[in-house]
């Protein structure tokens, strides 16, 4: 199957829908087996054009490529992770989700797929980091991957927290948290998703 060509990116922001999912699952090499219809809507692209293609189709240049490495080494350990990305739709717009990924095992215990969830971060979130991805970006750019690498470790390890938790810290400081205590343990033990999105 061809490649589809990426779009050049217009500064135009395509705002989601706090109600829908957009949803995903592909191989355990990036490729799309599956995209559910908000998904489609919001990309622009038809189901036979993205269908088969690398996930990265949609990715925007504006994404630092240290934050796709770590995300693909987390997926390649078989661990779940959450991430705030700023994606490409079809017609040059932009949109950002928090992504919820999960790995799916098969019964040899090896990576079957990946399934994403993906929904509308709250706008603290986005501008938060936003200006990170832009000072990664920006050292990538000048230094190469492995240089932002390390200004990114700095900067976690300077809030003393890994990157879920920061992504947890800056998607949770606007929603209301649970104030009694049964409530509390409860939510502490689900995912960002059951926490952001009740």
Known sequence: MKTLKRPEPINAEIILDPK???????????IIE???????????????????????????????KVIFKWLWQRLQAKKN????????????RFYWV???????????????????????????????I????KKILSI?????????EK???GFLEEKGMTYDEYIEDICLAEVKKPVDLKELQ?????????????
């Open 20 to 30: 829908q999912t957009i949803m995903s699952k592909t191989d355990p090499k990036g």
């Open 34 to 64: 599956y995209a559910n219809d908000y998904f489609m809507e919001i990309c622009g692209y038809e189901e036979h054009e993205l269908i088969g293609q690398p996930h990265n189709v949609i990715r925007h240049p504006d994404m630092p």
């Open 81 to 92: 992770i959450h991430a705030v990305v700023k994606n490409l739709a079809k017609d040059g």
């Open 98 to 128: 928090i992504t919820d990924f999960e790995v799916k095992l098969d019964e040899e215990g090896q990576i079957a797929s990946f399934f994403a969830r993906r929904k509308a971060p709250p706008r603290t979130t986005i501008e938060k």
């Open 130 to 133: 936003d200006h990170l991805y």
């Open 140 to 148: 990538e750019k000048a230094m190469g991957v492995e240089v932002a």
């Open 151 to 153: 200004y990114f470790i």
């Open 186 to 198: 409860y939510y502490k033990r689900k995912g960002l998703f059951v926490r952001m999105f009740r």
